[in-house]
């Protein structure tokens, strides 16, 4: 099946080196040169992947992810900022995107992304409910439950908490942590790990709950009991 990839670029010179590149990747690629048409095209046909500029001359890309969110669409969605600054990548993850990448970047960073987001959108296999302590996760409906309160998780939660429940009591290092779940090497002054380990404590500690995740400062992250 050819997967197909939806690019929201107002400036055409960009928009069309990203479909060319998309395209001699084997993948099919539409083109929205605004918020607007991006909503309308997403809504109506959806695509396998969203590669969405935040800088657009209508609604923005952070609105653009929201109003897709609050759709219920929920493709992967690829943010694409000329900014660094920390705020504005958490302002897109915030917003309901998977992941980001900082303009300018190479074509091979956004074709690993592009291939890591799709192999995360797979199907989950069909399995047997995963258990820690008074924790739950059923990969076919991918939620979560402690003991009798369910946790609605978005999809990189899900991720995040599948991860640590395959290897509970186990030091799960940021290196580890980024690679099985962004597919990549994120560099060392990421602080995306955080932010999710973050949302994730307030949903699962959302009913006073023990902590179940648990920093070690300088090295990583365990699920464990106190
Ligand atoms: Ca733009």
């Given at each position: 099946m050819v997967e197909r990839i939806l690019v929201v670029e107002d400036e055409a010179r960009i928009a069309s080196l990203i479909s060319r590149t998309l395209r001699l990747e084997g993948y099919q690629v539409e083109v929205a040169p605004n918020g607007e048409t991006a909503l309308e095209k997403a809504i109506s046909n959806p695509a396998d992947l969203i590669v969405l500029d935040v800088m657009l001359p209508d609604i923005d890309g952070l609105e653009v992810c929201r109003q897709l969110r609050m759709a219920g669409c929920d493709e992967p969605v690829l943010m694409l900022t000329a900014k660094d600054a920390i705020s504005d990548r958490v302002a897109g993850l915030d917003a309901g995107a998977d992941d980001y990448l900082v303009k300018p970047f190479a074509f091979d960073e956004l074709l690993a992304r592009v291939r890591a987001l799709l192999r995360r959108a797979a199907p989950p296999d069909v399995s047997a409910p995963l258990q820690f302590a008074d924790l739950e996760l059923d990969p076919t409906t991918r939620q979560a439950r402690r003991g009798e309160r369910e946790i609605e998780l978005t999809a990189k939660e899900y991720d995040v908490l599948e991860l640590f429940m395959h290897h509970p009591r186990q030091v799960l290092t940021r290196d580890i942590i980024y690679d099985r779940i962004?597919?990549?090497?994120?560099?060392?002054?990421?602080n995306i790990i955080e932010v999710y380990v973050r949302y994730l404590r307030a949903k699962l500690e959302a009913g006073d709950e023990p902590r179940l995740i648990y920093t070690l400062r300088g090295v990583g992250y365990v699920l464990r009991e106190e």
């Open positions: 962004w597919g990549y090497d994120f560099g060392g002054e990421s």
